[in-house]
């Protein structure tokens, strides 16, 4: 049974950082995407960036160069780093984890089926 444990997030400033962490276990990491998604109030959960067992990356055009994702395999965690906030990121940030869709269906919520519990991130202006 694939689990996900997230922690990090908070609140932040305008142009601040925050961090996420995803804890993942009971996967085949040789075949999985692990990534994260966000939910603001009142949207559809949305793609923000996706990493595969090859590190090859996938971001949001909202996000390029600002978020990084990374994992470590050894610990089989699964990280977010989130530079230059804007208010517009305010949202739930989810993990995600499921056997690799195709590139260019990566960022699609409704491919992944293992979910985080969500973690707030909150940008004030």
Known sequence: ??????SGGGSAPSGGSLALS????????YAYCMGWFRQASGTEREGVAIIDSDDRTTYAD????????SR???KNTLYLQMNGLKPEDTAMYYCAADYCPSLGS?????KYEHW???TQVTVSS
């Open 22 to 29: 995803c804890a993942v276990s009971g996967h085949k990491s």
């Open 106 to 110: 990566r960022l699609r919520a409704d």
């Open 1 to 6: 049974q694939v689990q996900l444990l997230q």
């Open 116 to 118: 985080g519990q969500g």
């Open 62 to 69: 909202s996000v390029k160069g600002r978020f990084a994702i």
């Open 72 to 74: 470590d395999a050894a």
